[in-house]
């Protein structure tokens, strides 16, 4: 089973961006769609897009569109989230997770704390 | 985006009791249905998948079932460790979307 192991918490200025890792270990990266998931503070999950590393291909949320860029390190087995122009609301938990067949995640990361607080 | 509604948002129970958690999509998902545990400060856990499907490792007290709009997970006899968040998820078609969970508790 893959273990996905998340960067830490990060603090950052409005207007600033952030960039996540998530690095996969005990099974196959490039195989699979990495998919990024954020939680706000008493809000849902919210899926924000997904990257296939072994062919690059991106699927992103129409509300991510422009603001988040999704890339992989495939001889690392590092994924990575990065999101620009960072506004309080984004303040939230981000999760990398594994979703296999397109369909459902059967690994998660941690989770990230992003807080975006002047 | 196809809309997910979960019911509860919260349940309480109690140890041995057999709970129902329901989902509906806003639009026919056929069994494009996963169903999660979250225990604050952890990484979620698949406990079902394609509605009805349980992943490897869950305890068989999991349960789901459902097609079409209408969803289930059912848990048969709680277990202390089973007090957690519940969400359910389509993947029918992206966005995948998520529900706004069920907090079990005590």
């Known amino acids: 089973q893959v273990q996905l192991v998340q960067s830490g918490a990060e603090v950052k200025k409005p207007g600033s961006s952030v960039k996540v890792s998530c690095k996969a270990s005990g099974g196959t990266f490039s195989s699979y769609d990495i998919s990024w998931v954020r939680q706000a503070p008493g809000q849902g999950l919210e899926w924000m897009g997904r990257?296939?590393?072994?062919?690059?291909?991106?699927n992103y949320a129409q509300k991510f569109q422009g603001r988040v860029t999704m890339t992989a390190d495939r001889s690392t087995s590092i994924a990575y989230m990065e999101m620009s122009s960072l506004r309080s609301e984004d303040t939230a938990v981000y999760y990398c997770a594994r979703e296999i067949s397109s369909n459902w995640f059967d690994s998660w990361g941690q989770g990230t704390l992003v807080t975006v607080s002047s | 985006d196809i809309q997910m509604t979960q019911s509860p948002s919260s349940l309480s129970a109690s140890v041995g009791d057999r709970v129902t958690i329901t989902c509906r999509a806003s639009?026919?998902?056929?069994?494009?249905l996963n169903w999660y545990q979250h225990i604050p400060g952890k990484a979620p856990k698949l406990l079902i998948f394609?509605?009805?499907s349980l992943e490897s490792g869950v305890p068989s007290r999991f349960s789901g079932s459902g097609s079409g709009t209408v969803f289930t997970l059912t848990i048969s006899s709680l277990q202390s460790e089973d007090f957690a968040n519940y969400f359910c998820?389509?993947?029918?078609?992206?966005?995948?979307?998520f529900g706004q969970g069920t907090k079990l508790e005590i």
């Open positions: 990257m296939t590393p072994v062919s690059g291909r991106k």
């Open positions: 639009q026919r998902i056929s069994s494009y």
């Open positions: 998820q389509q993947s029918y078609s992206l966005p995948h979307t």
């Open positions: 394609d509605a009805s």
